[in-house]
């Protein structure tokens, strides 16, 4: 008998979150626990090639071997660019006094 893992596949919404646990084979890949766990289905948007994936916060690739109790991460894209939403808040910063009051 081939001896099981237990991984929990997670991924959310700004109004709804799943987490699924399953157990798999040892040996399993990130790409067989995302479809064992039927959250495909679930959300229909999720496109492995554009989504990008992680254990437990860190970026790695859908042929990535999975340990006991890791948790697979399904991330949605970015809708603003941390980078330009920094240099925004930075220059709105600048015409602004202590205090918090606007310079003209």
Not at 26 to 41: F, M, Y
């Amino acid at each position: 008998m081939a001896e099981k893992i237990l991984v929990e596949v997670a991924y959310g919404l700004s109004d709804k979150q799943e987490l699924l646990s399953l157990q798999l084979d040892k040996g399993a890949l990130v790409q067989d626990a995302i479809e064992q766990s039927g959250i495909l289905d679930d959300f229909p948007e999720i496109d492995l090639k554009k989504n990008k994936v992680g254990v437990f916060g860190k970026i790695t690739q859908l042929s990535h071997q999975l340990r006991d109790k890791d948790r697979v991460e399904i991330y949605r894209p970015l809708i603003a660019d941390p980078k330009e939403v920094r240099k925004k808040r930075a220059a709105e910063g600048k015409r602004m006094k202590k205090g918090g009051t606007t310079v003209k």
